[in-house]
């Protein structure tokens, strides 16, 4: 990284952002890590625009610094800032669970077409991390008994947190997938991992847990155990819903339909990509 503004010179608001992109950081990562660090809502660009000669001390100057480096070694945003938005929640994230991303509300959107609007129903949510998937649906479906199953004992400490400062009633399980999760559900939901071990892009998520991200020879090692369990803990009619790598769908949907699982479909995300895979247990 180039040298830096002398601490012993005042740095405005300005400067800091302009030195940020000079090594070739985002825009919006080095206005969302200034903001962090000011203890202003990350989302207030307008701010930092009408206060851009504001000084930093010497030592908000130092810890940005340090921040920018961080994140230009790949360290999420999410870690440095210590939250993340998710379908309207402000959930705490860091080391212990994978940071959530906007594609997976693609799943959180079908899930909700599927559940009942006021009735009560059953769900669980696999491989749950930070509780993204099962908080976001408990928030909209308050009937709902919603169940958030990790085999990390970490990630369900970041789950439990996130649940009780949003106040939502979530069950915490730890299990390997479905195998000590008792009852039967009206629906499934899993981000489980789906990366190839040897995949080119595995550097770029070194941050992040590794065991949240790959799964065998082909990515689909995990989906296919879910798949396998899953018909025994859903309710006839009952739906299971994956998400998976862009260029899975095809193969997740044949996974589903060897299962026994009935009117497989697909949906993209946002940007146009195939990103999840359901089906139907007869």
Known sequence: MPSAIPSSVSTTLAQALAWAQQQRLSRIDAHILLLH???RPLHDRAWLL?????????AQWAQYQMLCARRLDAV???????CKEFFGLRLLVDERVLDPRPDTETLVEWALELLPAAAPCRVADLGTGSGAIALALQSQRPQAAVTAVDCSADALDVARVNAQRLQL???????SWLEDVP???????SNPPYIREDDPH????RHEPRRALTSGADGLDDIRTIAAQAPAHLEAGGWLLLEHGWDQAEAVQAILREAGFQDVASRKDLAGQWRCTGGRRA
């Open 37 to 39: 660090l000011l203890g």
């Open 202 to 205: 595995m550097p770029a998520l």
């Open 169 to 175: 009633p979530v069950q915490c399980v730890q299990s």
């Open 76 to 82: 999420p945003v999410a870690y440095l800032t210590g």
């Open 50 to 58: 009408a206060h851009d000669q504001d000084a930093l001390s010497c």
């Open 183 to 189: 009852g039967v559900f009206d629906l499934i939901a």
